[in-house]
C-alpha cells in the first residue's frame, strides 16, 4: 500500500533522502542565504556610504538566485534598469555604441579619454 501511495504522489521508492542528504542540502540553502543577504545589504547599506554598491548588490542577488526565484526576477530588473540607464547615458554624452577599437574616431572623440 505504501508503494502505492508513493507512485500516486509521483515520488519514486528510491527518492527518499537519507537524513544526512537532507542536512547537508538544508545547511547549503542556508549558508547561500546569510552570504547573500549580508552582500546585498552590505550593498544597500553602500547606495549612501562608499563603496560600490552598483557591484555588490547584483553578487549578492546573484547568489541569493541560486536558492530563490524572487533573487533571479529581481536581479533580471535589476539587470534591465541597468541596461537602460546605460543607453540613455551613452546617448546624453553622445558616444552610441561602445566600440573595441583602440582608437577615437571623429565622431566618438568625447567618447575616449586620453591618458
Known sequence: MKDA???????GIG???SPAAWALKHAKRVMVTV?????FGIGIAM???PGPALLVIPIGLGILSTEYVWARNLLHWFKE????ALA????ATGCGAVSASPRPTEEGHRCWRYR
Open 5 to 11: 501511495v508513493a507512485e500516486a504522489a509521483g515520488v
Open 15 to 17: 527518492s527518499v533522502q
Open 35 to 39: 552570504a547573500g543577504l549580508a552582500l
Open 47 to 49: 547606495i549612501v556610504l
Open 81 to 84: 534598469r541597468f541596461k537602460v
Open 88 to 91: 540613455a547615458s551613452l546617448a
